[in-house]
C-alpha cells in the first residue's frame, strides 16, 4: 500500500496551461522532494522542503513553484507550461538525521506538454 | 555537484556477477543507493553512513571507501529480478538532508 500518493499520474495539457501536480504522504515526513526524470534518465532535484512553510530550490533551475503549507502536502504548481516541461516529475519524502534520510518515492506524474 | 557511476550500462545472464561503482569529486558524506524498475519508482536499496562500512542483504551488498570518495555496489549471483537502473546518491554536505543523484547505470539480467 503506497504511503506517497501522486495525482495525476498522466496528464496532457496544451502550452500556455496553468497545472499543479499534487503529492501527499501519509507518514508524518518532514522533508519532501521534488525530482524531474526524463525517460530512462537521471534524477534531477528541482524542489525541498523541510518542513512546514520551508521550500527551496534544487540542483536543477526549474519554472515550477512549490508551498508547503501542511506536512503531508507538496504540490508543485506551473504556471504557464511549455513543451520543454514535457517529463517525469516524482515526489519523495523523508525522514531522519541529516545524510541519513531514505527516500520514499511516489509513482510519479507522468506531464506532456504539446 | 552530482557523483559519477560506472558502468552506463550491463548485460549479464542470470547467476553471474556485476559490481556498479559511485564515486565523487568532493568528499562523501555517506551513500544511498536506489533501484528503479522501468516504469516504477526508485525504491531504496541500502544507506552507508560511514568510511569502511559494509552492508547487504539477500545477494547485494555494498561498501563505501571514505577516502577514495567511491562506494560499489555487488549483486552476487544475479536473478531476473536484479534488472533496473541503479543510482547512487549523496548529500552535498555533510549538514544537507536532500540527495543529488549519479546518471544511474542500467542493469540487464538475462536468462
Known amino acids: 500500500e503506497a504511503d506517497i500518493y501522486q495525482t495525476p499520474r498522466y496528464l496532457v495539457i496544451g502550452t500556455g496551461k496553468k497545472i499543479t501536480l499534487e503529492c501527499s504522504q501519509t507518514m508524518g515526513h518532514d522533508k519532501m522532494y521534488w525530482y524531474q526524470q526524463d525517460p530512462g534518465m537521471e534524477l534531477h532535484l528541482i524542489h525541498y522542503?523541510?518542513?512546514?512553510?520551508?521550500?527551496e530550490k534544487g540542483d536543477l533551475s526549474s519554472e515550477s513553484t512549490v508551498s508547503r503549507i501542511r506536512t503531508e502536502h507538496f504540490p508543485l504548481t506551473l504556471e504557464s507550461a511549455r513543451p520543454s516541461h514535457t517529463s517525469q516529475y516524482l515526489c519523495?519524502?523523508?525522514?531522519?538525521?541529516?545524510?541519513?534520510?531514505?527516500?520514499?518515492f511516489g509513482a510519479g506524474s507522468r506531464l506532456t506538454v504539446l | 555537484q552530482q557523483p559519477v557511476q560506472s558502468p552506463q550500462a550491463v548485460i549479464l545472464r542470470e547467476g553471474e556477477d556485476a559490481v556498479i561503482n559511485c564515486s565523487s569529486s568532493k568528499a562523501l558524506y555517506s551513500v544511498h543507493w536506489y533501484r528503479q524498475k522501468h516504469g516504477e519508482a526508485p525504491v531504496f536499496l541500502m544507506i552507508?553512513?560511514?568510511?569502511?562500512e559494509q552492508k547487504g542483504h539477500d545477494k547485494i551488498s555494498a561498501s563505501f571507501n571514505e577516502k577514495k570518495q567511491q562506494s560499489s555496489l555487488y549483486l552476487t549471483a544475479s536473478q531476473l529480478s536484479y534488472s533496473g537502473t541503479y543510482f547512487c546518491?549523496?548529500?552535498?554536505?555533510?549538514?544537507?538532508?536532500?540527495?543529488?543523484f549519479g546518471s544511474g547505470t542500467q542493469l540487464t539480467v538475462l536468462p
Open positions: 552507508l553512513l560511514k568510511g569502511g
Open positions: 519523495a519524502s523523508a525522514q531522519g538525521a541529516a545524510g541519513a534520510n531514505v527516500l520514499t
Open positions: 546518491g549523496t548529500p552535498p554536505s555533510g549538514s544537507a538532508r536532500q540527495l543529488t
Open positions: 522542503s523541510y518542513g512546514v512553510n520551508s521550500t
